[in-house]
């Protein structure tokens, strides 16, 4: 572990304690959920590994691992949308964190254009199997503009 989080010892002291100790999975990561601090709007869901919440501990700016790229990732350092982290909270059993953040720029937080990652909604019941269901008709930015012509960073 680093100076900044403590080794996992006890229940008590993870449940209960005031000591940071988060429990990264196999891949050494732990999820975290991204959502507006004023609106509480999700934004994404990404993982961080301890470098990645590390920085964002001491940047007060998000921070991610991305698992595709395999690399650290520093959300908004090439398009500029960065998410300064206004309240960062651990869950019980410090598996998971929420970011709850002000995004810089258009507030757009979704490589792909829109606001946030979340998008489109999945029909349910009776609708099963209907198309997705666009809940951002527009944009707030042009990714090709930003990205240039590169593919798609995520694997399929």
């Known amino acids: 572990m680093n100076a900044l989080f ?3 010892k006890t229940v008590e002291q993870v449940e209960e304690g ?3 100790a988060p429990k990264f999975d196999s891949n050494g ?3 975290v959920v991204t959502t507006d601090f004023h609106t509480g709007e999700l934004l994404m869901h990404a993982y961080m590994n301890a470098e990645a919440l590390e920085k964002t501990i001491l ?4 921070h991610y691992w991305s698992r595709s790229r395999q690399c650290l990732w520093h959300k908004g350092a090439t398009s500029g949308l960065v998410q300064k ?3 960062l909270r651990i869950d019980d059993d410090q598996d998971t964190v929420w970011m709850r953040v002000e995004v810089a720029g258009s507030g757009a937080s979704c490589h ?7 998008y489109r909604s999945i029909p349910l019941r009776d609708k099963a199997g209907s198309p997705l269901s666009f809940q951002e008709s527009e944009k707030t930015f042009d990714p090709v503009a930003i990205y240039g012509d590169a593919p798609n960073p995520t694997k399929l």
């Open 6 to 8: 403590h080794e996992r």
């Open 29 to 31: 990561v732990i999820p």
């Open 59 to 62: 940047t007060g700016e998000a």
């Open 112 to 118: 792909v254009g829109y606001r946030s990652c979340f």
């Open 85 to 87: 982290v206004l309240d």
């Open 18 to 20: 005031t000591e940071l």
